[in-house]
């Protein structure tokens, strides 16, 4: 992915409100061919509206949504037929084998005869089901839902994929799972689109990162960019110390280089008879990116 | 802990109105039904539909038509010539009487003798008895009448009774000869003996009664059913069937919360499809669910199921019934918000139907307003349709009027499934992008 690949989702000042409270005021961003996006905000701040929006499940009081290029009105699934969306929620038929979940939800995506059938096999390899394809997923562990979860998503080969927090309550292996699935559809050329409030991952996966809150996009870059834009590029180097009179504490400095800054920052301690204890030296994160723009209030 | 589990289970009975609804008010609203059924509102005559009867009696027989004015004035029975009927049948009388109480539009039927004088009074010795056509549907109507047809003897006739009285006294004499004594005692183990029952034992009554099920009247090639255990198949089935349909109809809430119906409906199915499939699936399950029933009251209750007019109504019946089930199960699931929710309207409104429509207590024993207001609920109208097939056919019906013959209860059930199908697709419509 380039920055100048063809832009394949894009939403333009995105305005819906619920009765006087409005969840989406301006909300905006764009996603490239192959790109992978990260969408954050904190709790109310208007991502599951979006997805939503995108999907078709809500109408926008104002405001675009263009996939390819082409305008969606809100109930016009046909031109939606190259979105897969993968929800929060485990939305499957409990009832059903696995293979059956997977037939019901590729028929309703327009897929059918042998290629459903190719598919259907494909997907089973994918999320390493096929040898559980036949059994009720009642039974099936949370990782093994998740990763159906997924699948049935994405049957009809979708050219973009919304995933909501699609790693939330599984085990680290599980997780590892489900990000080397997602990686192999974007080597395939997918472009994705991931809600998540496990910033880590979003920092690792992603290319980009759009940030709403209130409704709005506040920031949108690459995560060097918005480190730029917001806490700046120094490290943190926070250093564990034993003044003369055995009292141990922390010291937080903030270094531009640390090649320059450290050989000094040792100096000084020995100067003031200071024993460092213990060195950690932090680079400046998305979470602290995120705080910085969103505070540190509770959302509820 | 138990004080603490008190008000745990308190708060959440108080904040959940369905539940506070379901404990204390619907027992009130069907203590109220049940009372008004059998208690008559408390308006001291028990308030009992009046016994529909229709009379045949010698117009130019005036003993007969002052038997028949005593006998109207009963406040249980509401009586009609047969001569004022709207339209009076060609065939004899006996016939097309034992037709009208089949077709249901009287309880029963008398057929008074002529002359009537020679028939009242003479312990079975004297001229023929009348006849009591009944419907087995409805064995109230028929001891009843039984019952004040003899006591209307004393009434209408106390002259005839006590010339009989002095008649026999004259004849016989004072003091009792042999022949005196033997007749007496002949009478007394006569009234001692068990062998007093039904229109065989004419002698002990004022009024000899032959007493006739109107569904062994005119009997064609179908044998005569001998029970009415399809009425109860059409009752409990239908409110079962309600019941499940609602059930049914939750799977779209279930889907709702589940995440499933956001997940098909970003997909490429409408709101409208699913709704159409969903009511499609409902409606054959409805279908095999009735069958079931009648199926298995045939087998082993020999509900009469297997002629071809039968078998022909009843599937057109149960395929429109299965149909408004279904719909009612939708409607009530799209204007639920949960599945609680769901289930405690359901409750409410298919108990309430189900007693007021006839699927718990038949509705000719119900108060005139009871009765009228069955004709407002589901139940009412699909047992009014089950009961026309089963009980009420006529078997001098060809296919076509057998069918013709249950096309207004086909047409008000169709209307309430094509309203309640409407109206549960328009609701839905929330569901699709708001």
């Known amino acids: ?300 | 802990m138990i004080a603490t589990l008190l008000k745990l289970n308190w708060l959440n009975l108080k904040r959940d109105p369905v539940a506070l609804a379901l404990s204390f008010i619907m027992p009130l609203v069907f203590f109220t039904i049940f009372a008004a059924i059998f208690g008559g509102g408390g308006d001291g005559d028990g308030g009992m539909n009046p016994i529909r009867v229709l009379v045949v009696a010698e117009k130019n027989d005036a003993f007969a038509q002052k038997f028949v004015d005593t006998l109207a004035k009963q406040p249980s029975l509401t009586l009609t010539r047969f001569e004022d009927l709207e339209k009076v049948p060609e065939v004899e009388p006996d016939t097309a009487a034992g037709a009208q109480v089949r077709a249901g539009h009287f309880d029963a039927a008398l057929i008074l003798p002529t002359p009537l004088d020679q028939s009242v009074g003479n312990f079975g010795q004297g001229g023929p008895g009348a006849v009591l056509i009944y419907d087995a549907a409805n064995p109230v109507a028929r001891f009843a009448l039984s019952g004040l047809v003899q006591a209307n003897v004393m009434q209408a006739a106390p002259d005839i009774m006590l010339n009989r009285g002095m008649g026999m006294f004259a004849e016989q004499g004072a003091p009792l000869t042999p022949q005196q004594q033997g007749l007496v005692d002949e009478a007394r183990d006569f009234l001692n003996s068990d062998d007093g029952e039904g229109g065989g034992a004419a002698g002990t009554e004022l009024l000899p009664l032959e007493e006739r099920d109107a569904r062994a009247e005119g009997e064609g090639d179908e044998a005569a059913p001998k029970s009415i255990v399809a009425y109860y198949a059409a009752g409990i089935g239908i409110m079962f069937l309600l019941f499940s349909m609602t059930a049914a109809g939750g799977s779209l809430l279930e889907e709702e919360e589940s995440g499933t119906l956001d997940r098909l409906l970003s997909s490429q199915l409408s709101i409208h499809q699913l709704m159409l499939g969903k009511w499609l699936f409902f409606s054959i399950s409805g279908t095999l669910q009735l069958t079931v029933m009648f199926v298995y009251g045939a087998l082993v209750f020999s509900v009469p199921l297997f002629t071809v007019k039968t078998m022909s109504a009843f599937v057109l019946m149960t395929v429109v019934a299965a149909m408004g089930a279904a719909a009612f199960g939708m409607f009530l699931a799209t204007i639920s918000k949960s599945r609680a929710q769901l289930s405690g309207i359901s409750t409410v409104v298919i108990l309430i139907m189900s007693a007021v429509g006839g699927s718990m207590v038949p509705r000719f024993v119900m108060p005139p307003a009871m009765a009228t207001a069955g004709k407002f609920t589901f139940n009412g109208w699909a047992i009014d349709g089950y009961l026309k097939i089963f009980w009420r056919a006529d078997p001098n019906h060809s296919l076509g009027q057998a069918l013709l013959h249950i096309a207004p209860e086909m047409g008000v059930i169709g209307l309430m499934a094509v309203l309640l199908l409407a109206l549960a697709m328009q609701t839905a419509k929330r569901r699709q992008a708001a």
């Open chain 1, 1 to 300: 992915m380039t920055s100048d690949s063809a832009v394949v989702l894009e939403i333009r000042e995105a305005h819906k409100s619920y009765g006087t409270r409005a969840a989406l005021n301006g909300a905006a961003f764009s996603l490239r061919k192959g790109e992978w996006l990260a969408l954050l905000g904190p709790n109310g701040a208007g991502k599951t509206t979006l997805v939503r929006t995108i999907a078709g499940r809500l109408q926008l009081d104002r405001g675009e949504i263009a996939l390819h290029g082409q305008t969606l009105s809100p109930q016009d699934q046909a031109a939606r037929r190259q979105l897969g969306i993968v929800p929060q929620e485990l939305a499957l038929y409990p009832n059903l084998t696995a293979r059956e979940n997977l037939d019901i939800f590729g028929r309703f995506h327009g897929v059918g005869g042998q290629e459903l059938k190719d598919k259907i096999n494909w997907a089973l390899d994918w999320i390493a089901l096929a040898d559980r394809a036949n059994e009720r997923i009642k039974g099936f562990s949370g990782g093994m839902k998740r990763r159906l979860n997924i699948a049935a998503a994405v049957l009809h080969q979708p050219s973009v994929i919304m995933l909501d927090e699609p790693t939330v309550g599984v085990d680290p292996q599980s997780r590892e799972r489900i990000w080397q699935m997602l990686n192999q559809l974007r080597a395939e050329g997918a472009s994705l689109v991931l809600t998540t409030h496990q910033l880590d991952e979003a920092q690792t996966i992603c290319d980009r990162i759009v940030i709403i809150d209130g409704g709005r996009t506040i920031a949108a870059g690459t995560l060097e960019e918005l480190i730029t834009q917001t806490i700046g590029p120094q490290r943190g180097v926070f250093c564990k110390v034993r003044d003369a009179q055995g009292a141990v504490e922390e010291e937080h400095h903030a270094v531009d280089d640390l090649s320059e800054a450290l050989p000094s920052l040792l100096s000084t301690l020995k100067t003031q008879n200071k024993q460092l204890l213990d060195l950690r030296i932090q680079a400046p994160t998305l979470q602290a990116v995120f705080l910085h723009l969103t505070g540190k209030e509770l959302r509820e």
